[in-house]
Nanobody, 111 residues
């Protein structure tokens, strides 16, 4: 059974930073692309970033240059380092693999 468990969310002021983690289990982690998606209050899911099984990375235009995705295959964990956070980044952030998604972690950016 695929399990994805996010952690690291919280409340920060504009300009602040957070690093999210997602611990994966139930599949061969190193062989799969991993994604971060988010859902802001009252809005649909928005793709944020992908890291491929080979380490290639892609970012949504809204976060490029501020967010950085990485993975540690030895720890079955994917990370999302977020810098210069803005109020519009407020959302529940989910780790996703294929059609599977974790329970999410709340990120709130507010002064």
């Amino acid at each position: 059974e695929v399990q994805l468990v996010e952690s690291g969310g919280g409340t920060v002021q504009p300009g602040g930073s957070l690093t999210l983690s997602c611990a994966a289990s139930g599949f061969t982690f190193s062989g799969y692309d991993m994604n971060w998606v988010r859902q802001a209050p009252g809005k649909g899911l928005e793709w944020v970033s992908t890291i491929t099984s080979h380490g290639g990375v892609r970012y949504a235009d809204s976060v490029r240059g501020r967010f950085f995705i990485s993975r540690d295959n030895a720890k079955n964990t994917v990370y999302l380092q977020m810098k210069n956070l803005q109020p519009e980044d407020t959302a529940v952030y989910y780790c996703a693999m294929g059609s599977s998604r974790g329970q999410g972690t709340q990120v709130t950016v507010s002064s």
